[in-house]
């Protein structure tokens, strides 16, 4: 068994982490799962939530809006819909991304209102999970 796996989170604007993880806290689409060495293959959707990545050198953590994760025995690769450090994640990039998803709720058609609606709760979630409220 290997102590570590290769990770890579990319999103369309760019490349945000590939470095060797000794595990990965995942906010997959069915709850938060967690992708260590020698995991199972598993591909999943992510909701927006807070994605960690524990390495040697410590844990960085992302915010990211949704997306795919691979996991392999030796890899675990994250594609992200929009995906940013913690650390440079503002309140007011949670306010306009909860007010884009309400407009989106507010337009959905009558077959896509529930999971508008569940975007926007996740979203108030991942503020409420890292204490930034919504203004």
């Known amino acids: 068994m290997a102590n570590t796996m290769q990770f890579d ?4 604007e760019r490349s945000l982490a590939s470095l060797q993880a000794t595990e990965v806290q995942i ?6 799962m967690t992708a260590m060495p020698d995991h199972a293959p598993t591909i999943t959707s992510l909701k ?3 994605l960690r990545v524990v390495s040697d050198s410590g844990s960085q953590d992302y915010i990211v809006t949704g997306g ?3 996991i392999s025995g030796e890899a675990t690769s994250v594609l992200a819909e929009r ?4 650390d440079e994640f503002t309140a007011d990039e949670l306010t306009a991304l909860v007010n884009d998803a309400r407009k989106a709720q507010e337009n959905a058609p009558d077959d896509a209102v529930e999971a508008a609606t569940k975007l926007v709760a ?3 979630a ?10």
């Open 27 to 32: 906010p997959a689409a069915e709850g938060y």
């Open 126 to 135: 991942v503020g409420d999970e890292i204490g930034i409220s919504v203004r």
């Open 122 to 124: 996740d979203l108030v």
């Open 9 to 12: 989170l990319v999103s369309p």
């Open 83 to 86: 995906a940013i450090p913690r």
């Open 48 to 50: 927006p939530g807070v």
């Open 68 to 70: 795919f994760a691979e």
